[in-house]
């Protein structure tokens, strides 16, 4: 009870500050140093820009200065300037209120390889396929036993009678063993080991991982009748090069001795459902390369094991197939297609590709009888038996380094016990009865019987425990049953022993959608994380065009790994936590940026008349969607990475060639003689498709799971109609239609509508889906795509739940009759359904609150504005239908399908300003520029004059939304050129209400948007937030306490913002920036005072004696308005809104290793701190009349001020300031020391994490979350 409500405690702390960047250090254990924590908890208390504790901390420099404030308020209320002395009055109130952050292509397919049906990844139209009439409608038709799982579909019941022992299965019975018909078993040991998941993919290698690989190579070489096989190289890969020769020696004498099997050998295990063959087959690539390069081709696995991913796909049998397998295992497949399987003794078939005739593809195929890949559910029918031979289960045998007990007592009656010669006999008697139970559901006499599970094998104890118990079970069954042989084997070993001893039944068809129990459908995966899923397709479009313009594989390996390890099953399929979702994220948008840089760097030098080139789609976060960056007016070059003609416009570019062309290639509208006709109200489409935006409100599900609960139209409120329902727009939801046409041999035939939906899904049990409606009499039948290659077919079942029939749309959804086919293309994956006829649904987002007990234990809340962009093609001619026709697509659809997943890609020059940048949900590629500078108020217009430097400046933004709008209202009516001078405004998270009012002032001012990507309010769980995990082993800050996220957020914001601002292109003429907050005021004559003051500091001179210029006199200290308004004077830098130039940048990068380590969370006492040390000058020029006025309070502006205060301040508590600035300056004597150099800053900024993450900003290192997770 204590630890939750001081929890609770603790979040209203926290939410508090981040409203007023006050820090909650003070909620910290009592430090170490009393006197000193105290000034470091006034120092909590302030604004950022105002530095109490600086005086504070000088015992009696404070008390001196506590004296000249009230002197000072005493000398000024003297005055006779009126003025003043108001000014004065209002900042002492504020004050009193509360001084309150390929080789080519990589081995691509072509259609020259290989026969299919589907579309070919490479953007090759496939050859079609031939009539392959008769086979489907009658399986059997060939005289071969052949089962064709869209038929079950039909036909099967999905039941789910209660079968006993085996619950989902029936009752067994042993089989006979004799010498005559011995039975073999292959006991094999396995680690299932999830490249991400809890935990990221760094995480789990440090904490699990390579402990599990440790031991096993050291429990392998005890005893060489011990076996283990691997599957994920991408742990393996990183474990094999910390290993030393003598280690990796080992390996190699493992693997000869076959003791030790690679299987599958693909980076990851991948995901069958949203993943596409580019994405797997690189995935297995990478691995292959990897074991084929350290250990040789001999060593590349000939057989596959796929044991967790939700449902299989035929797919993945073609690709091993090609990659010269032999035979695969699978294993989560429904429940019922089990047990129909096993009662026919068909788990073992020949996976046929539904297009291959002559079974050219065919492979070997074992499904696992069973509910799951654990030891309870693989030596046999019954669990509970099972269970008591799971060995790594004994008392004190699954206890990790650290004490943690990761192995749970079995959960029915019988306990495992150890095995010894008293008990030997009886325990192998029962568990031979379970491989003889087993053995009844397959057609050889061998057994397959994994022994392991999630991340086990990771301690030597647990090892010896399952190889010892084992094995005494093994010798005593070899020596004492005839006709049993039983030992530890590898995958290959089985399958040797098995293929070719029976003829298998020929299976075709997906195991979609997946059912482990009762009604728990996976069909929610199909669309969880879509913001994730998109940009893993990105990834793959700016991939496979690097490699088309010749980029090798060694070249893209980083990007090819990054991309292979989000093919992972608990990645693509965003079934992972928040923070592991967000380390593949990153991981994807550095890779994005890697292979742009290798794509720029060959234009650039192909095109050196064009000057620098750049991306003209880029974003600006990992989770951020694409903004342009390009001009509209200008040229951009154009590169098509298809082998077909693309069109930009008018302009046409060959294929796999370079072109030249104008944005937008596409604009929002109409073509000539359009039929398309929206509802004037809700601006939704109503012909040819009716067009539906839907919502499932649900009680239930989560990652994984998809359970219904009422269907509806979504209401949206402020529906914005443009171009007559063209662009219709509401808060969250956004939808621009874009015509097409279709190429002049299809005019007639084939209507094309392009529909871009940008979608930013807030409320919680809530899954958005747009529906497409048309009266095609399609009789239940629904054609979905198969990883962008195959075709499936479902037929639509009354009798089962909605959730079993939502299905993957990798890339496409098609209905059909005999007068329209409705074909729906995708650019990423996502769940789709056919519920009525006539419909197609496609999933856009879903968000829930809860898991749903797949072990996640959290719900899919990280929702962000999220691009679907679907094409639909409705098509009169051309396609095959009737029940006798294998599904395919048309040559036209062919072509729309690869222009939308291999679009041209486009690179301009760099722009002279980026408007809106990250800032617009909605893209604006299609807008005509929106910036027109208007003149309000004052007229400012004869000051419009071109100035000699120009200084943009930077507003460091939170939420204070009522604040900012203030001071953007002050500087519209200040002579800031903001026609031609840009205002960058960054944001520590995105608070909508904030980037509502940015996009308002878009037609005021030229806005550049940055968005912190180590925000701590959009990662309160992970890096840089409150990371529980970094406390673990961290002994404190300099005072003992440990981190606080609220404490150094600020600093990581600042820190970020500074390295960001001045490495933007678009503001590379910029000769300095002033840093300002969202709660400064700007005077009237604020840019000339910068002019002056910059001009005067720009001198050879001056550049190394100052800082730079600061704009308050005051510090906000009413008292210390000098008497001479009309002059300039040099004082120490102490805090407050500054102006630095790019040489002084340039200075503090050089010394960012004292600015990251030293202790203190305030980033201007930091640089205090190095100004102290003399590494950076102290000294600033300021004006004595203040430029600048601080109106940020504690809480909400209203709570606090009455607003004819605040107009007050603002009309005379800033004044126009003109002085001249000559040689002779004023200058504060006392403050003019460097300040004293302090061992000791002011803590909560001792976490070696935040130091790295700080000191790679500043080197221009990606500053990868991942690294901070381990001490
Ligand atoms: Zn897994």
Redesign the pocket.
């Known amino acids: 009870m204590t630890t939750l409500r001081s929890r609770q405690q603790h979040g209203l702390e926290a939410t508090a500050s981040r409203g007023d960047k006050t820090k909650t250090a003070l909620t910290k254990a009592p430090p170490t140093n009393p006197s000193v924590r105290t000034a470091s908890r006034i120092g909590d208390k302030r604004n950022q820009f105002f530095d109490l504790h600086i005086f504070l901390n000088y015992g009696w420099i404070g008390i001196l200065l506590i004296f000249l404030w009230f002197w000072g308020l005493y000398y000024v209320i003297q005055s006779t300037d009126e003025k003043s002395t108001k000014l004065i009055e209002i900042q002492h109130l504020l004050r009193k209120r509360g001084n309150g952050a390929q080789g080519k292509a990589g081995g691509k397919i072509t259609s020259s390889q290989v026969q299919h049906s589907g579309f070919d990844i490479a953007g090759n139209p496939a050859k079609d396929m031939g009539a392959s009439a008769g086979k489907y409608a009658d399986p059997d038709s060939d005289g071969h036993e052949t089962i064709d799982m869209r038929e079950w579909s039909r036909t099967l019941p999905f039941a789910n009678p209660d079968g006993g022992t085996w619950a989902q299965g029936f009752e067994l019975d042993p089989i006979p063993i004799s010498k005559t018909t011995p039975l073999k078993v292959f006991v094999v040991p396995h680690s299932?080991c999830?490249p991400g998941?809890l935990k990221t993919f760094d995480e789990y290698y440090q904490s699990q991982t390579k402990h599990i690989l440790d031991t096993i190579m050291e429990s392998l070489q005890q005893d060489q009748r011990r076996k283990f096989i691997w599957a994920e190289i991408s742990f393996f890969e990183k474990w094999w090069n910390e290993q030393s020769a003598d280690i990796q020696d080992t390996v190699r004498m493992l693997l000869r001795n076959k003791q030790f099997e690679f299987v599958t050998g693909g980076w990851v295990?991948p995901d069958e459902a949203n993943t596409d063959l580019y994405a797997m087959e690189v995935q297995l690539q990478e691995g292959h390369d990897f074991i084929r390069e350290t250990f040789g081709e001999e060593y590349i696995p000939k057989y596959g094991w796929s044991i967790?991913p939700f449902g299989f796909s035929p797919t993945m049998a073609y690709l091993l197939k090609k990659y010269g397998f032999k035979g695969m295992l699978i294993q989560r497949v429904h429940y019922a297609v089990k047990k129909e399987l096993a009662l026919h003794r068909q788990l073992e078939f020949l996976w046929r590709q539904t297009w291959d005739d002559e079974g050219e593809y065919d492979m070997f195929t074992h499904m696992m009888p069973f509910f799951s890949y654990d030891v309870p559910h693989s030596c046999g029918p019954d669990p509970e038996v099972c269970c008591a031979f799971d060995f790594a289960r004994l008392p004190n045998v699954g206890v990790d380094a650290d004490g943690i007990v990761y192995t749970k007592e079995c959960p029915w009656e019988l306990k495992v016990k150890p095995i010894h010669q008293r008990n030997v006999a009886k325990r192998a008697m029962v568990l031979l009865d379970q491989y003889r139970k087993k053995a009844s559901l397959f057609r050889s006499n061998v057994v397959i019987a994994p022994v392991g599970d999630?991340f086990r094998y990771r301690t030597l104890a647990e090892a010896q425990a399952q190889f010892e118990n084992h094995q005494l079970l093994f010798d005593y069954l070899n020596e004492n049953i005839a006709g049993v042989s039983i030992q530890f084997g590898t995958l290959s070993e089985y399958f040797d022993a098995v293929i070719g001893t029976f003829d298998p039944p020929i299976l075709k068809g997906s195991f979609f959608t997946y059912a482990d129990h009762k009604e728990d459908y996976w069909s929610g995966y199909f669309t969880s994380r879509p913001f994730d899923k998109a940009l893993g397709r990105r990834l793959e479009r700016t991939l496979f065009a690097a490699e088309t313009m010749g980029a090798t594989k060694e070249e893209m390996r980083e990007a090819r790994r990054s991309m292979s390890l989000f093919q992972h099953?608990?990645a693509i399929t965003g079934t992972a936590t928040d923070k592991v979702m967000e380390d593949y994220a990153t991981r994807m948008q550095n890779a994005i940026l890697d292979i742009e840089q290798w794509m720029v760097k060959k234009l650039t030098a192909e095109h050196e008349h064009l000057g620098t080139l750049q991306p003209c789609w880029q974003s600006p976060s990992s989770r951020g969607m694409d903004v342009n960056f390009c001009n509209e007016s200008d040229q951009v070059l154009l590169f098509n990475p298809l082998d077909t003609e693309q069109l930009c416009g008018d302009v046409s570019v060959k294929g796999r060639s370079m072109g030249m062309g104008t944005l937008p290639c596409e604009r929002p509208g109409s073509i000539p003689n359009s039929i398309i006709q929206f509802d004037p109200l809700s601006g939704l489409m109503t012909h040819p498709i009716k067009e539906q935006w839907m919502v499932w409100s649900v009680n239930e599900g989560g990652a994984y799971l998809f359970v219904p609960g009422s269907l509806h139209d979504y209401k949206g409120i402020d529906i914005q109609i443009e171009m007559g329902g063209f662009v219709v727009k509401t808060k969250n939801w956004r939808r621009t239609v874009i015509e097409r046409t279709v190429p002049t041999n299809f005019q007639g035939k084939a209507t094309f509508i392009e529909f871009i939906y940008e979608t930013n899904l807030r409320d919680d049990e809530e899954e958005w889906l747009v529906r497409f409606n048309t009266d095609i009499q399609s009789d239940g039948v629904f054609h979905t795509d198969l990883n962008g290659f195959n075709f499936d077919t479902h037929y639509h079942r009354p009798d089962l739940p909605i959730q079993a029939q939502v299905y993957p749309m990798p890339t496409h959804a098609s209905i059909q009759d005999s007068d329209r086919r409705l074909t729906v293309l995708s650019e990423h994956s996502q769940g789709t359904a056919s519920l009525e006829d006539g419909t197609i649904d496609v999933w856009l987002d879903r968000r829930l609150s809860q898991g749903d007990g797949r072990g996640l234990e959290q719900g899919v809340q990280d929702n962000v504005w999220t691009r679907s962009k679907l094409r639909v093609l409705v098509e009169t001619e051309g396609y095959k239908h009737g029940q006798n026709e294998e599904f395919d697509t048309t040559p036209l659809c062919k072509q729309m399908w690869k222009e939308l997943n291999h679009p041209l890609e486009l690179f301009g020059t760099v722009k002279d300003t980026v408007k809106g940048f990250g800032s617009t949900p909605f893209h604006n590629d299609f807008k005509p520029s929106n910036f027109n500078p208007t003149q309000t108020g004052d007229d400012l217009s004869h000051k419009q004059q071109a100035y000699k430097y120009e200084i943009p400046i930077v507003f460091m933004v939170q939420k204070r939304v009522d604040y900012f709008k203030r001071v953007i209202d002050s500087l519209r009516k200040s002579d800031f050129p903001r026609a031609t001078v840009p205002i960058i405004i960054s944001h520590d998270g995105r608070i909508q209400e904030m980037i509502n009012f940015v996009e308002s002032i878009q037609s005021d001012f030229q806005v550049i948007q940055l968005f912190h990507p180590y925000s701590c309010i959009e990662h309160p769980n992970s890096f840089p937030g409150d990371d529980p995990s970094l406390n673990k082993g961290y002994e404190g800050d300099s005072y003992g306490n440990l981190r606080d996220a609220h404490v150094c957020c600020l600093k990581h914001h600042f820190t970020w913002m500074i390295n960001e601002v001045f490495e933007l292109t678009s503001v590379k003429m910029a000769a300095g920036f002033l840093f300002m907050e969202e709660d400064y005021l700007v005077a009237p004559t604020i840019y000339e005072t910068l002019q002056t003051g910059f001009g005067f500091l720009d001198q050879d001179n001056k550049k190394d004696e100052y800082f730079g210029l600061t704009l308050d006199i005051s510090d906000n200290f009413a008292n210390k308005i000098p008497k001479k308004r009309n002059q300039w004077t040099t004082k120490r830098f102490v805090s407050g809104p500054m102006t630095i130039g790019r040489h002084m940048f340039a200075l503090l990068q050089q010394f960012s290793n004292q600015y990251c380590e030293f202790d203190d969370y305030n980033w201007d006492w930091s640089m205090v701190h190095l100004m102290g040390k003399g590494l950076l000058p102290c000294k600033t020029l300021v004006p004595n009349e203040p430029q600048v006025l601080h109106i940020g309070i504690d809480g909400g502006l209203h709570d606090h001020y009455e607003n004819s205060e605040l107009e007050e301040a603002i009309t005379i508590g800033l004044q126009p300031f003109h002085a001249k600035l000559s040689g002779q300056l004023s200058e504060v004597g006392r403050f003019m020391d460097f300040p004293k150099a302090h061992d000791q800053g002011y803590g909560g900024w001792g976490h070696p994490a935040d130091q790295e993450h700080c000191k790679k900003l500043f080197h221009g290192q990606d500053p990868k979350p991942k690294q901070y997770f381990h001490l």
Request: glycine share 0%.
């Open positions: 299932h999830d998941w295990q967790d999630d099953h608990d």
